[in-house]
T-cell receptor, first 113, second 114 residues
Framework: QQQVKQSPQSLIVQKGGISIINCAYE??????FPWYQQFPGKGPALLIA?????SEKKEGRFTISFNKSAKQFSLHIMDSQPGDSATYFC????????????FGQGTELSVKP | DAGVIQSPRHEVTEMGQEVTLRCKPI?????LFWYRQTMMRGLELLIY????????DSGMPEDRFSAKMPNASFSTLKIQPSEPRDSAVYFC????????????FGEGSWLTVV
């Protein structure tokens, strides 16, 4: 069953705009929430990650907002650039389950010049 | 530094043939993972190893799939016999710790079974 639900499936944003991708999870045992970025023909690459003891984490133009009570987290890309066009995956993992990342279905982001 | 290295990058094979995908993890990483990516099912974990030992293979679809890690620098994923529904991108990934919090993916092996 789908334990991490991601939306939207696709997103078109103008250059300079804000891209927002949302994820919701079910299992309260998850304790690490990474976001991966995947370009066509490449493997996913870790972009930014957060633990549930903080509500926000920012790295450059990328920010994760985390709402533990709602079991939701989101990725915000500020000042979106055409080079940000890629597929973004949220994921969740229980620390004691090794590499068993549970991925969302992915969001295909297109940033128009 | 070299990342996770996978081979072949692309493979087209006929149904019923054996397929072997290979992976060299990042040196010093002690966890290795095999993921499969399809449009329908997204990214799925097939199996992961810690210190060369298979820890969780619950994602392996069926007995036609097998994975081995004979040493810390090499792993294989074998499909025998292959079927058209096995067509997917297979990613190998590695992590420096058993918690797997930072997982580094290879560029994938694109498999087409006709």
């Amino acid at each position: 069953q789908q334990q991490v639900k991601q939306s939207p499936q696709s997103l078109i944003v103008q250059k300079g705009g804000i891209s927002i991708i949302n994820c919701a999870y079910e299992n309260t045992a998850f304790d690490y929430f990474p976001w991966y970025q995947q370009f066509p023909g490449k493997g996913p690459a870790l972009l930014i990650a957060i633990r549930p003891d903080v509500s926000e984490k920012k790295e450059g133009r990328f920010t994760i907002s985390f709402n533990k009570s709602a079991k939701q987290f989101s990725l915000h890309i500020m000042d979106s650039q055409p080079g940000d066009s890629a597929t973004y995956f949220c994921a969740a993992i229980r620390n004691n389950q090794g590499g068993k990342l549970i991925f969302g279905q992915g969001t295909e982001l297109s940033v128009k010049p | 530094d070299a990342g996770v290295i996978q081979s072949p990058r692309h493979e087209v094979t006929e149904m019923g043939q054996e397929v072997t995908l290979r992976c060299k993890p990042i040196s010093g990483h002690n966890s290795l993972f095999w993921y499969r990516q399809t449009m329908m099912r997204g990214l799925e974990l097939l199996i992961y190893f810690n210190n060369n030992v298979p820890i969780d293979d619950s994602g392996m679809p069926e007995d036609r799939f097998s994975a081995k890690m004979p040493n810390a620098s090499f792993s294989t994923l074998k499909i025998q016999p292959s079927e058209p529904r096995d067509s997917a991108v297979y990613f190998c990934a590695s992590s420096p710790g058993s918690s797997g919090n930072t997982i580094y993916f290879g560029e994938g092996s694109w498999l087409t079974v006709v």
